[in-house]
Each structure stands twice: as C-alpha cells, then as structure tokens.
C-alpha cells in the first residue's frame, strides 16, 4: 500500500467518510506536493486530473485533514495561507518573513520533545499545534 492510500484509508476512518474517486484524488495529489502550497494552485491541478473535482470537495477534504493532523496551515502577514501535508515530513514550525513572505521550516526534536513534555506534566492531551515566527529575514533586513 502507497504513503497516500495508508493515509486515504486512515482518514476515511476518522472522519467516517464514504470512499469516493474524488477524496481519493485530492489526497494523491495532496501527498505529490513538496512544499508549502496555495489552495486555488491545488484546486486548479485537482480540476486537471478530475474534471468533477470541486472547490466544496477539496475544502471539505482540507478541513477533516487539519482536524485531524494530517496537515498544517500557514498564515503570512499579509493574509495568503499556505497549507502543507505531514505524510511524509515530520511536524516542523515556520519563520515567516513579513517583508518577502518567504518561509522558513524549523524542524527541531527539542521543540517537539519539550512541547509533548509540557502537555504532559498539565495532563493536556494536544492534537493540533501551529507555531508561527513573524519578522524579518536576513535579505529584507
Ligand atoms: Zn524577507
Ligand atoms: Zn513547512
């Protein structure tokens, strides 16, 4: 079984969704992107693929994913959102440069570790996080 149909099957089981041709699709591709990515880029590549592919699906499928962990949103300064898929990469936070917009990954067991530590100790069970630094990076200094 393919990363993506490991990953259909555990969100289909989640969410208690009906399997469909079209959630299958989004999460394929979903689990093709590398990077951080732009919804309407996304949905303009699920509309190639599947010509019934729909905003509504694709923002349906997009919400149980972040419920559930299986991805992560990004919000820069000036309000674009990026989202991203943990299939493959580990759970990492952001630096986002509030002039140029690039972002910047920190992946850190450290942070992991303290964090799941912490929850521990005030007896907090965390299911989604998203840690954001908002500044400015060494080119727009
Ligand atoms: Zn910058
Ligand atoms: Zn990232």
């Known amino acids: 079984m ?7 099957k555990e969100y289909l089981k989640r969410t208690g969704g009906r399997d469909t041709q079209q959630k299958r699709t989004i999460i394929t591709e ?24 729909s905003r509504a699906t ?16 990004i919000t820069t300064n000036d309000g674009k959102v990026y989202y991203e898929h943990n299939f493959t990469n580990k759970h990492h936070d952001h630096i986002i440069c509030n ?5 910047f990954e920190i992946e850190s067991d450290r942070i992991e570790n ?22 400015t990076c060494s080119d727009c200094l």
């Open 99 to 103: 002039s140029c917009g690039k972002i």
């Open 58 to 73: 694709v923002y349906r499928v997009m919400k149980g994913l972040l419920k559930e962990g299986f991805i992560q949103k």
């Open 2 to 8: 393919s990363k993506a149909e490991k990953i259909y």
């Open 114 to 135: 303290y964090i799941n530590e912490y929850c521990e100790t005030i007896g907090f069970k965390p299911e989604y996080r998203s840690l954001h630094i908002y500044g």
């Open 30 to 53: 979903l689990s093709k992107l590398r990077s951080h990515f732009d919804i309407e880029d996304f949905i303009n590549e699920i509309r190639k693929k599947d010509s019934k592919g």
